[in-house]
Each structure stands twice: as structure tokens, then as C-alpha cells.
């Protein structure tokens, strides 16, 4: 990695760059190479630095993937999610050092496992009928692959102890259903139970080889199925605070059919959003756009969230 590069990056490039990074460090571990957070903690820094200018980190996480890397793609993602919804839930500036630092290496031992290696032809048979693509022993490599990310990172102190404990737990769940060690909420660091909850959210709503993305609404949707369980509520409610139902950097419809783009949330008022319009009821484009705070302007309504990708 251009370390000097990486530092100097901002926003859409800085986010190539953690690509890049994130892509380096989940190789190094398949041949078997420890990882030292000491550069990723220069990483984590530098996003963080970044998230407080502007939100073109957030804007470009939520327009990016690729479906020929969607396991690099996800992590960036995870770590740009979780380093919101750390900042919005108050945790000190350690904890949302060590969630960014997590989030960016949490899928690290996925290098050891079959999906990694899979080629395209393969993935989608994998993603078609898992049953089939993989054997018994292939889906116990899975489920260990935060075993692997855990055992990965080098022991250089209490942080990277923490760092790794984080890493082991973020597929653990508030009941205990979660893997490897079938931990409850109470028993799992408040880093990792972010990092669970975004990790399922950003699955959602971006594609994959055989599944469209949802929209933000309705991949709340799909995890508040799932609260009280898998999730509980007060950590649904920290997403739906920190990222609302209308994320920054989507693009919404108003009742009147004009269409805008959103460009700030609250988390007092997360379903009000700040709105850039950009087109309107007739289509036509909105030059300059006009920004408008929903908070204040009760009358107007929105109807839907559109879709940001096309996969067909």
C-alpha cells in the first residue's frame, strides 16, 4: 500500500485507496501473514479525519460495488457505516477508533475459506444453491472465519487484544444464536454489536450476484424482523437514529413527484431529512438545486426511496 498516497487521499479517492488497503490485508492473511494494526490504525485515523470534513465518504460508500469483489467492497463499506453510527451513539474517540479498526479488517479470515477463491462461474452457483457449491466442511470453514480474522492479528498490546476479541464476536447475536461462541448482547463489546448489525444492513442494501439491493426502508425492515432476536431494539433504533430510513446520498421522491437527494440526517428527527432537490415535478432539472429541511416543512411528504442500482 502508498501509505503517503492513502494519507493524502480524500473523499471517492481515499475510498480506492482503503479498498486497496483492506484487499492487501485480506490476502496477506491467506498466505498464512499476522497483521500489525498499527498501519490500519493510520487507516481508521485517516477516515475518521475525513467522515468530520464531509460526507462524501458516506455518499460514496453508499453508491460502490462490485460484484467481482464484493467481500473488499462490503468491509469498506462495514467501516465507513459503523464509524457513523459509533459517532452518533456518543462513544468515546478510543471506541470509535477501535469500531473503525475493526470494521475495516472484521472479514480479514474470509481469505481462508472457499467463497474467498471462488470465481465468478462459481460464486454464482454458490449464491443460486449454497447447498450444493459448498460441502459440510467448506460451511464449517465459513462459520470460522472470524476465528481466523481473530487469530490473524498480531498480539502488540491490549488494543490489538481488543481489536481481535472485536473481530471474533461481530457475527455473534443479542439471543445467542450467533457464531463462533453463541455469546448474548450483554457478553459482546458494544464495537462488535455495531459492526453485526451494519454488517447485515450494508449486505442489504447493495446487490449481490443473484439479489438486488433494497432500499434503506426496507432493509430496516428486513433487520426490525428480526429485532428482539437476533437484534435487539435498542440497537435497531441506533441504526434507524444514526442512518434514518433515508440515508445520505439517496435519492428520494417527494409527494409532489419531485425528486431529491439527501444530504443530511438527524438523529432527533431521523425520518425528517435535509434534501437537495434537484428535479422537479415535471422532471425538469432544478439549477441551482434547492436545499430544503424537511424538519421545518412538515407539509411536504416523501413516497418512496429509489433504488441507487441496476442490476438488470
Same mark, same amino acid.
Given at each position: 500500500m502508498d501509505r503517503e498516497s492513502l494519507q493524502v487521499a480524500r473523499g471517492s479517492d481515499l475510498y480506492t485507496q482503503l479498498l486497496r488497503y483492506i484487499r492487501e490485508q485480506t490476502e496477506s492473511v491467506g498466505r498464512g501473514e499476522l497483521i500489525d494494526i498499527t498501519d490500519t490504525v493510520d487507516v481508521a485515523r485517516w477516515l475518521i479525519d475525513d467522515y468530520h470534513r464531509s460526507t462524501q465518504l458516506l455518499e460514496t460508500a453508499m453508491g460502490f460495488y462490485d460484484p467481482t469483489d464484493f467481500v473488499v467492497s462490503h468491509a469498506?463499506?462495514?467501516?465507513?457505516?459503523?464509524?457513523?453510527?459509533?459517532?452518533?451513539?456518543?462513544? #468515546?474517540?478510543?471506541?470509535?477508533?477501535?469500531?473503525?479498526?475493526?470494521?475495516?479488517?472484521?472479514?480479514?479470515?474470509?481469505?481462508?475459506?472457499?467463497?474467498?477463491?471462488?470465481?465468478?462461474?462459481?460464486?454464482?452457483?454458490?449464491?443460486?444453491?449454497?447447498?450444493?457449491?459448498?460441502?459440510?466442511?467448506?460451511?464449517?470453514?465459513?462459520?470460522?472465519?472470524?476465528?481466523?480474522?481473530h487469530d490473524a492479528i498480531a498480539s502488540n498490546g491490549s488494543r490489538s487484544k481488543r481489536v481481535a476479541e472485536i473481530l471474533l464476536q461481530h457475527h455473534e447475536k443479542a439471543d445467542g444464536s450467533g457464531y463462533p461462541n453463541g455469546l448474548r448482547e450483554s457478553e459482546q463489546h458494544i464495537q462488535a454489536r455495531i459492526i453485526s448489525i451494519i454488517d447485515t444492513w450494508e449486505a442489504l442494501i447493495h446487490p449481490r450476484p443473484l439479489r438486488d439491493a433494497l432500499v434503506p426502508p426496507k432493509g430496516?425492515?428486513?433487520? +426490525?424482523?428480526?429485532?428482539?432476536?437476533?437484534? #435487539?431494539?435498542?440497537?435497531? +433504533?441506533?441504526?434507524?437514529? #444514526?442512518?434514518?430510513?433515508?440515508?445520505?446520498?439517496?435519492?428520494?421522491?417527494?409527494?409532489?413527484? #419531485?425528486?431529491?437527494?439527501?444530504?443530511?440526517?438527524?438523529?432527533?428527527?431521523?425520518?425528517?431529512?435535509?434534501?437537495?432537490?434537484?428535479?422537479?415535478?415535471?422532471?425538469?432539472?432544478?439549477?441551482?438545486?434547492?436545499?430544503?429541511?424537511?424538519? +421545518?416543512?412538515?407539509?411536504?411528504?416523501?413516497?418512496?426511496?429509489?433504488?441507487?442500482?441496476?442490476?438488470?
Open positions: 469498506a463499506n462495514v467501516a465507513i457505516y459503523a464509524l457513523k453510527m459509533a459517532t452518533d451513539m456518543g462513544l #468515546s474517540e478510543s471506541e470509535v477508533e477501535e469500531t473503525v479498526l475493526a470494521g475495516i479488517l472484521h472479514d480479514i479470515g474470509f481469505s481462508r475459506v472457499p467463497i474467498f477463491g471462488m470465481d465468478e462461474k462459481a460464486l454464482l452457483g454458490f449464491e443460486e444453491n449454497p447447498g450444493q457449491a459448498l460441502t459440510d466442511e467448506d460451511y464449517r470453514l465459513v462459520n470460522l472465519h472470524p476465528v481466523y480474522g430496516i425492515e428486513a433487520i +426490525k424482523n428480526q429485532a428482539g432476536g437476533v437484534y #435487539s431494539s435498542e440497537m435497531l +433504533k441506533e441504526l434507524i437514529n #444514526s442512518f434514518s430510513l433515508y440515508p445520505v446520498g439517496h435519492f428520494i421522491r417527494l409527494g409532489d413527484g #419531485s425528486i431529491g437527494k439527501v444530504i443530511e440526517t438527524r438523529t432527533d428527527n431521523p425520518c425528517r431529512p435535509v434534501v437537495e432537490l434537484l428535479f422537479d415535478q415535471k422532471g425538469m432539472r432544478i439549477d441551482p438545486p434547492i436545499q430544503v429541511d424537511l424538519r +421545518k416543512n412538515n407539509l411536504i411528504r416523501i413516497t418512496e426511496c429509489l433504488p441507487r442500482f441496476r442490476t438488470n
